[in-house]
């Protein structure tokens, strides 16, 4: 079982930043993906971005130019930048991960941190 601590969310202004943080309670070399979606009330989880294995990243069509995907091997730790916010990316944001098949090729959610822009 992977163990996900999120942090780093809270309350931005629009046009301001924050930065989420993933720690996982194991090497991020067990994992295929690790990524970063978020949920709105109401609606199905999206993906925001996606780092693979090997260091490719994703990201969705709306947080394109402003969003960065990055990860630190040594902490085990992903983490997404969040640049020029916008009150439309008010969310909860989830970072998952899917182990390799050499593990169980199971995906894992963390808890949720809400992020929320407003002036």
């Known amino acids: 079982q992977v163990q996900l601590v999120e942090s780093g969310g809270g309350l931005a202004q629009p046009g301001g930043s924050l930065r989420l943080s993933c720690a996982a309670s194991?090497?991020?070399?067990?994992?295929?993906?690790m990524n970063w979606y978020r949920q709105y009330v109401g609606k199905q989880r999206e993906l925001v971005a996606s780092?693979?294995?090997?260091?490719?990243?994703n990201y969705g069509d709306s947080v394109k130019g402003r969003f960065t995907i990055s990860r630190d091997n040594a902490k085990n730790t992903v983490y997404l930048q969040m640049n020029s916010l916008k009150p439309e990316d008010t969310a909860v944001y989830y970072c998952?991960?899917?182990?390799?098949?050499?593990?169980?090729?199971?995906?894992?959610w963390g808890q949720g941190t809400q992020v929320t822009v407003s002036s």
């Open positions: 780092i693979t294995r090997d260091g490719k990243t």
């Open positions: 194991e090497s991020i070399f067990n994992f295929n993906t």
């Open positions: 998952s991960v899917v182990r390799t098949a050499a593990m169980d090729g199971g995906r894992y």
